[in-house]
């Protein structure tokens, strides 16, 4: 949320905006959610809020897209307790990534869509949130691999476990949800196992 909607939500009656704009929120997700890219004004419509209304929490189609974007406070992926092998903590990580991308996949494709084009940089798939997630998995190899080699190690574990390689999977090599989910754990697997020989290219 920008400064405008932001200043405009806080500033008296919130509870009764912040519902609104739980309203307006619920609605473009439930329309992301049947494949569409709502704008505002169709957020508006579903919810029964008024456009003027609509505009005030959400001046622009890429702030009420990021706003229903399924994020998530998490800051770990990690089970509690935490396993110590690394191997097993990189896999804990990718599952619930790799799940949680197949749960909210219309979600994920639309923000794709809107990340492709010349949308703002503060939208949520390219915030880079899942590399922490691996980072912390990683840190046991931190003295093996270096704070660099655990970054570039990360960076490649989120290319092969996210929406991107899900839809050139399923969308240009015809796999089937089960076939796609397999072979991104796998491709994880294998790349966390070779940077222990080998780590990830400077």
């Known amino acids: 949320m ?8 806080n500033a008296g009656r919130t509870q ?3 519902r609104t704009r739980d309203q307006l929120v619920a609605a473009a997700r439930e329309l992301m959610e049947g ?6 004004e169709e957020a508006a419509e579903a919810a029964g809020i008024s456009r003027t209304t609509a505009y005030r929490y959400f001046p622009s189609q ?9 994020e998530t406070a998490r800051a770990s992926m990690l089970p509690d307790p935490a396993p110590a092998d690394p191997l097993d903590r990189v896999t804990a990580v990718a599952v619930g990534v790799v799940d949680r991308i197949a749960e909210t996949e219309h979600l994920q494709r639309t923000m794709l869509r809107l990340s492709l084009g010349d ?12 590399i922490p997630w691996f980072e912390e998995a990683l840190e046991p190899l931190s003295a093996r691999l270096g704070d660099d080699g655990v970054h570039r190690l990360a960076v490649a574990l989120r290319s092969v476990c996210g929406i991107e390689t899900r839809v ?31 780590p990830p290219p400077a």
């Open 168 to 198: 050139w999977l399923s969308d240009i090599a015809g796999l089937d949800a089960d076939q796609v989910r397999a072979l991104q754990l796998w491709m994880v697997d294998a790349l966390a196992t070779r940077a222990l020989d080998a």
């Open 119 to 130: 949308a703002p940089h503060d939208l949520p798939l390219r915030q880079g949130r899942v």
């Open 2 to 9: 920008n400064s405008v909607s932001r200043d405009y939500v």
């Open 16 to 18: 009764q905006k912040q």
């Open 62 to 70: 890429a702030e009420l897209l990021a706003a229903a974007y399924p």
């Open 35 to 40: 494949g569409d890219t709502p704008r505002v």
